[in-house]
């Protein structure tokens, strides 16, 4: 018996557990997990769990730079407005951290098990690809799955792999998003990545919703403040998650 892991799916047995993956870095998974566990956080208390060991971003982009703090109920959160934030980087800091698969999954386990989460809705920032994070998460939860990629050849073709495993494991995929379609010109729209048609025929394949965001240069701003942000890539988001 492994007394973390056991400990770990007791805390989240009953709790709605959304998972956003993507099959390749690069395409703002973390960026979008933010702006929907913020949306959540408008209507309920909600966590936010950043499970990257390696590259967590998710303290950067709401300018967290201390470490959490630890009581007798566990791991303590990083409070923002209604929203609780877990995260790897709040337990080493910015130190660089380099781990063998299975010590991967015992640190993962430890955050899952000792985070003091109350919150019955958790939002969860996976590392991208099939790697340790995602067979640890397995083991403690039953997420629902929002997969996000771009709209390009390369990205396509290694989120059709993911949508194999994620099927043949029996793990829902709620959504897939497809990030940074196009930008609003005065001109028309702007496809950086070429039109998103190659998404919509994934999503037929597969039969999953489509969703389609847009690119906002002013996101940019708030890289380090994602909370202050009001723009319409947070409003789109929030429409899928209104649908």
Known sequence: MNPLLELARERFKDKKVLAVMSAKGGVGKSTIASLIALNLSERQKTALIDLDIYGNSTLKLFGINCLHEVSKEGIEPFIVGNLSIFSVGGLVGDRYIVLPGKEEGNVLESLLGLANVKEDTVVIDTPPGMGEELLTLRRVANPEVILVTLPSKLSVMVVKQMLDYLLESKIEVKR?????????????QIYPFGKPEIVEKIGKEYGITVDYLPVDPELEKFSDRIQNYS?????DVRKILES
């Open 231 to 235: 723009g319409v890539l947070r409003e």
């Open 176 to 188: 897939l998003v497809a990030n940074m379609c196009y930008l609003n010109s005065p001109n028309g």
